[in-house]
């Protein structure tokens, strides 16, 4: 129970009972179950005080020193006490719901298993506190500094995050719905498999945060700074990051499908197998980027918006961050760039880079290098600002039409022509539906016959293919390993699709390795057939050979 006299003494007020504590410093004030509710004690000195089940409820406390205080299962609900001191106080088991709090200092103090529901803590400091089983549910920590508290401890189901100091805390595989984050300082924070739902992080402080496989849904990170932060395999898919800086950040494997990037600082960002998939990526940095190296994937950039874009340079410092990595992008083809003449410049460009002597790409990622010119080639079909030299090429389709008729009425003849006038039988039916249709050389091909432009999925988008060509008989059916081969052709090339068309027929474990990837094509015998009935000459179609001569089967 609380002491009587020391009872008496408060009851004189502020003046009298501080007082008392200078004359009598030694003494530790008794107030224990002590009936304070209501009570007015502005600026008292309550430093070391036993406050132990006491009732303060609905008490004010501004400024009071409440330093070293035992306060275990103390009634403080709807107390005002802005701006007290309360560093290393104990409130194990306290009742602090609905309290003022703004501003006060809760250094080092024991909040274990306390109750601060719905409780005002702006601007209040909280480092280093024991928050084991605390309960924050609904509560303001506005501006408040957590720096080295463990809230992993505390049942945190809070909704005002503004501006709070979460430097260096872990919060990995929490939830938080709805919690607003903005203006957060969350430096260095470990944020691993975090879900973020409903979240507003506008303008917080991210950089070197490791957010690895974390969750983002329905978030804004708009002018959030997300320097050298770890995004690893995370899911930012739909999330705002206009204006963000995310400069030198790793972001490799991360799906950040249909994210807006506007006006977004990339400067130096891994996207390594990154999913930017429809991104708006409009006038957003992308100087030093890395997509690919030497065994990694490169990103996504299906549809991607790439409008105004910065595109990237040649880097002495990066090795991977050259002129090389956008070409590889996949699904560069069929990005928006608004003047498309900033593609193929671009692509002019890191096809004259490819070829200097010594570059570093070219040293350090062998591998790579090489992969990244084939890709080139293949891109600067795409954007070609006039046709191929006309002594290379040689345009073939009257004579592969004649052999169409002669097949639509003679079906079986397709078994007696020879492999290279197969091809070209292919190609031009590729033409025939509006494609550019490029046939490689009959030998050394690379591991395909055939480069085609297709320009008929969606207005105004185009997807490149590579097909393989096998003519053989009807018993020689065509294998998995061969299907699984031109897969991975078309995969090192970082093409869209690849088509295989056979005279013959396809294993069941070919049709089952295709029946789950949608960017591959299988043409069998009578699938062929089918083409051959169905072509009409088209003269938006253009097929070329080179150094080859169309000559038709001897039985004609």
């Given at each position: 129970m609380a002491d009587s006299e020391h009872l008496q003494i408060l009851a004189r007020g502020t003046l009298a009972w501080n007082r008392w504590r200078r004359e009598n410093s030694r003494t530790q004030p008794d107030l224990r179950g002590a009936d304070l509710r209501g009570v007015t004690l502005d600026d008292v000195t309550l430093?070391?005080?036993?406050?132990?089940?006491?009732?303060?409820?609905?008490?004010?406390?501004?400024?009071?020193?409440?330093?070293?205080?035992?306060?275990?299962?103390?009634?403080?609900?709807?107390?005002?006490?802005?701006?007290?001191?309360?560093?290393?106080?104990?409130?194990?088991?306290?009742?602090?719901?609905?309290?003022?709090?703004?501003?006060?200092?809760?250094?080092?103090?024991?909040?274990?298993?306390?109750?601060?529901?719905?409780?005002?803590?702006?601007?209040?400091?909280?480092?280093?506190?024991?928050?084991?089983?605390?309960?924050?549910?609904?509560?303001?920590?506005?501006?408040?500094?957590?720096?080295?508290?463990?809230?992993?401890?505390?049942?945190?189901?809070?909704?005002?995050?503004?501006?709070?100091?979460?430097?260096?805390?872990?919060?990995?595989?929490?939830?938080?719905?709805?919690?607003?984050?903005?203006?957060?300082?969350?430096?260095?924070?470990?944020?691993?498999?975090?879900?973020?739902?409903?979240?507003?992080?506008?303008?917080?402080?991210?950089?070197?945060?490791?957010?690895?496989?974390?969750?983002?849904?329905?978030?804004?990170?708009?002018?959030?700074?997300?320097?050298?932060?770890?995004?690893?395999?995370?899911?930012?898919?739909?999330?705002?990051?206009?204006?963000?800086?995310?400069?030198?950040?790793?972001?490799?494997?991360?799906?950040?499908?249909?994210?807006?990037?506007?006006?977004?600082?990339?400067?130096?960002?891994?996207?390594?197998?990154?999913?930017?998939?429809?991104?708006?990526?409009?006038?957003?940095?992308?100087?030093?980027?890395?997509?690919?190296?030497?065994?990694?994937?490169?990103?996504?950039?299906?549809?991607?918006?790439?409008?105004?874009?910065?595109?990237?340079?040649?880097?002495?410092?990066?090795?991977?961050?050259?002129?090389?990595?956008?070409?590889?992008?996949?699904?560069?083809?069929?990005?928006?760039?608004?003047?498309?003449?900033?593609?193929?410049?671009?692509?002019?460009?890191?096809?004259?880079?490819?070829?200097?002597?010594?570059?570093?790409?070219?040293?350090?990622f062998p591998q790579f290098f090489r992969r990244a010119i084939e890709r080139i080639k293949v891109l600067r079909l795409l954007y070609a600002d006039q046709e191929p030299p006309q002594q290379l090429l040689e345009v073939i389709g009257t004579i592969t039409r004649e052999l169409i008729i002669y097949l639509k009425n003679h079906p079986n003849a397709l078994y007696q022509i020879m492999p290279r006038q197969f091809e070209e039988l292919i190609a031009e039916i590729l033409a025939s539906y509006g494609w550019q249709v490029q046939l490689t050389p009959p030998i050394k091909d690379g591991g395909y016959d055939i480069f085609a432009i297709s320009k008929n999925i969606e207005p105004g988008l185009t997807s490149s293919w590579i097909v393989e060509c096998k003519k053989y008989r009807p018993e020689n059916k065509v294998g998995v390993d061969i299907v699984r081969a031109l897969y991975g052709v078309k995969s090192d090339l970082r093409v869209a699709n690849a088509l295989l068309a056979t005279t013959s027929h396809f294993t069941k474990g070919a049709r089952d390795f295709k029946a789950s990837r949608y960017d591959i094509a299988l043409r069998d015998y009578e699938a062929i057939l089918e083409w051959i009935n169905d072509y009409r000459p088209n003269s938006n179609g253009r097929l070329y050979i080179k150094d080859n001569k169309l000559v038709l089967p001897s039985e004609y």
């Open positions: 430093r070391g005080a036993d406050l132990s089940y006491a009732d303060l409820c609905w008490a004010v406390l501004r400024h009071v020193d409440l330093r070293s205080a035992i306060l275990r299962s103390t009634c403080l609900y709807g107390a005002f006490m802005e701006k007290a001191d309360f560093t290393r106080a104990d409130l194990n088991h306290a009742e602090c719901c609905w309290s003022e709090l703004a501003d006060a200092n809760l250094s080092g103090a024991n909040l274990s298993e306390a109750d601060f529901t719905r409780a005002d803590l702006t601007g209040a400091r909280l480092r280093n506190a024991d928050v084991t089983r605390t309960s924050f549910d609904e509560t303001c920590l506005c501006r408040a500094d957590l720096t080295k508290t463990n809230l992993r401890e505390a049942l945190l189901v809070v909704r005002d995050l503004r501006g709070a100091n979460l430097r260096g805390l872990d919060l990995s595989a929490e939830y938080f719905f709805f919690v607003d984050f903005s203006g957060a300082d969350l430096r260095q924070a470990s944020l691993r498999e975090t879900h973020f739902i409903g979240v507003d992080l506008r303008s917080a402080n991210l950089e070197r945060a490791d957010l690895g496989g974390a969750v983002f849904m329905g978030v804004s990170l708009h002018a959030a700074n997300l320097r050298k932060v770890d995004l690893r395999g995370a899911n930012v898919g739909r999330v705002n990051l206009e204006e963000a800086n995310l400069c030198h950040a790793e972001l490799c494997e991360a799906s950040m499908r249909g994210a807006n990037f506007h006006k977004a600082n990339l400067q130096g960002a891994n996207l390594k197998g990154a999913d930017l998939t429809e991104a708006d990526l409009r006038e957003a940095d992308l100087r030093g980027i890395v997509i690919s190296d030497e065994g990694g994937v490169a990103a996504n950039l299906t549809r991607a918006k790439l409008d105004g874009a910065r595109l990237t340079q040649p880097s002495d410092s990066i090795a991977t961050a050259g002129m090389l990595e956008l070409a590889t992008a996949h699904g560069i083809e069929t990005a928006s760039f608004g003047d498309i003449s900033v593609l193929s410049d671009y692509l002019a460009r890191a096809f004259e880079y490819a070829h200097r002597p010594n570059t570093q790409e070219a040293v350090r």
